[in-house]
């Protein structure tokens, strides 16, 4: 048997955030909410009722737009707060 993803459309799921890690070096955090925290060793970001921290080394946004951001840099931890 293959593995099977199962994808929900966003607007069935209103207030919920996707979260894509791309190895430990990317994380692509659709349905941000905005920033609360930003150095080079942390971004907390809100994500719907509640929010989601990337810990790392030299860690930057490289893109933030009206419903996504893209945090990159050394992640070596994730916290839902």
Known sequence: ?????????????PGFSRIE??????A???NCGGVLEYSDE???VKTGKTA????GRNLKIRSLT???LVVEGFLT???FL
């Open 66 to 68: 009206a419903d996504a």
């Open 42 to 44: 942390a971004v907390r």
């Open 52 to 55: 989601v921290r990337f810990t």
């Open 77 to 79: 931890g994730i916290e």
């Open 21 to 26: 890690l791309k190895s430990n070096r990317e």
């Open 28 to 30: 692509v955090v659709e």
């Open 1 to 13: 048997m293959g593995m099977r993803m199962f994808e929900v459309p966003p607007e069935m799921t």
